[in-house]
């Protein structure tokens, strides 16, 4: 069966940058959308960045990290990315990739696959 791992969470002080990763296993996903959710402390999961299937062509953040988030995809490579630029104090959470069949599933939180997460700390 499918398996989503993120990788490339960790300490980060405000004003860097962090790389993160998602690569499916079991199957190819290009034929699938898929995103990103975080929760922070004390809040429920939130939607972060979302790409279109195959080439990605279609994205969509957040307002809280437009301009400062890429998502991106290597079909290649099973993967997906999410490249933060000018990271802030409420950046810090958990982050989730998800994948999807149907785009809208990956935006409103109900994919079919969810991946069990990699912690993001920013510090001042």
């Known amino acids: 069966q499918v398996q989503l791992v993120e990788s490339g969470g960790g300490l980060v002080q405000a004003g860097g940058s962090l790389t993160l990763s998602c690569t499916a296993s079991g199957r190819a996903l290009d034929d699938h959308a898929m995103g990103w959710f975080r929760q922070a402390p004390e809040k429920e999961r939130e939607f972060v960045a979302s790409i279109s299937r195959y080439s990605g062509g279609s994205t969509r953040y957040t307002d809280a990290v437009k301009g400062r988030f890429t998502v991106s995809r290597d079909n290649a490579k099973n993967t997906m990315y999410l490249q933060m630029n000018s990271l802030k104090l409420e950046d810090t959470a958990v982050y989730y990739c998800?994948?999807?069949?149907?785009?809208?599933?990956?935006?409103?939180?109900?994919?079919?696959?969810w991946g069990r997460g990699t912690q993001v700390t920013v510090s001042s």
């Open positions: 998800n994948a999807d069949p149907i785009l809208h599933s990956i935006v409103v939180g109900t994919p079919n696959y």
